[in-house]
T-cell receptor, first 116, second 112 residues
Framework: EAGVTQFPSHSVIEKGQTVTLRCDPI?????LYWYRRVMGKEIKFLLH????????ESGMPNNRFLAERTGGTYSTLKVQPAELEDSGVYFC??????????????FGQGTRLTVV | GNSVTQMEGPVTLSEEAFLTINCTYT??????LFWYVQYPGEGLQLLLK?????DKGSNKGFEATYRKETTSFHLEKGSVQVSDSAVYFC???????????FGQGTELSVKP
């Protein structure tokens, strides 16, 4: 069974440009999450989809970030326009129903974004 | 609000040394607690978890006990190997939707 896959693995863009990150969750996982780790700090939650609906987007830093999950399958995270402080590693994760005792989130390898 | 604090790294140990990585949390209610590990060049992997007070999670020789009285979930291993070199993240979930709150990560380097 394929795990969570993210594209691209690395991206270097100039300030002001647009970048789109993609995440393919594990098949059948309704829950999809985006996280970000900046400059070796803690991994911070960005948002949570349940199927195609945004369940919680409290961690999105500002309106330059747009996440979508068309048809409840893969998800994209667009940054437009990118700023220097957006540099970091963006992780995607997916899970089945989150039930205490069986809960587990499966993470992708991450996309390392560098804005210069 | 909910938060997780880990001991700062990097931590450098010799092979077969004892490892402790401290983790404390602040949370309302009864969170589930996790340790994730990121090996070089790979994504995050769940190492172990505990879902209620006094539970002990264990995997690959690592252990952590959910201590509600001290709000801690310290990671321990009796004898580390070079292959344990990685970044370790402590995390909690309030079990409402699966959102995880992470600590800042602790880099472990094990020398032969």
């Amino acid at each position: 069974e394929a795990g969570v896959t993210q594209f691209p693995s690395h991206s270097v863009i100039e300030k002001g440009q647009t970048v789109t990150l993609r995440c393919d969750p594990i098949s059948g996982h309704d829950n999809l999450y985006w996280y970000r780790r900046v400059m070796g700090k803690e991994i911070k939650f960005l948002l949570h989809f349940v199927k195609e609906s945004k369940q919680d987007e409290s961690g999105m830093p500002n309106n330059r970030f747009l996440a979508e999950r068309t048809g409840g399958t893969y998800s994209t995270l667009k940054v437009q326009p990118a700023e220097l402080e957006d540099s970091g590693v963006y992780f995607c994760a997916s899970s089945q129903d989150w039930v205490r005792g069986r809960a587990e989130a499966f993470f992708g390898q991450g996309t390392r974004l560098t804005v210069v | 609000g909910n938060s997780v604090t880990q001991m700062e790294g990097p931590v450098t140990l010799s092979e077969e040394a004892f490892l402790t990585i401290n983790c404390t949390y602040t949370a309302t209610g009864y969170p589930s607690l996790f340790w994730y590990v990121q090996y070089p060049g790979e994504g995050l992997q769940l190492l172990l978890k505990a879902t209620k007070a006094d539970d002990k999670g264990s995997n690959k020789g690592f252990e952590a006990t959910y201590r509600k009285e001290t709000t801690s979930f310290h990671l321990e291993k009796g004898s580390v190997q070079v292959s344990d070199s990685a970044v370790y993240f402590c995390a909690l979930s309030n079990n409402q939707g699966g959102k995880l709150i992470f600590g800042q990560g602790t880099e472990l380097s094990v020398k032969p």
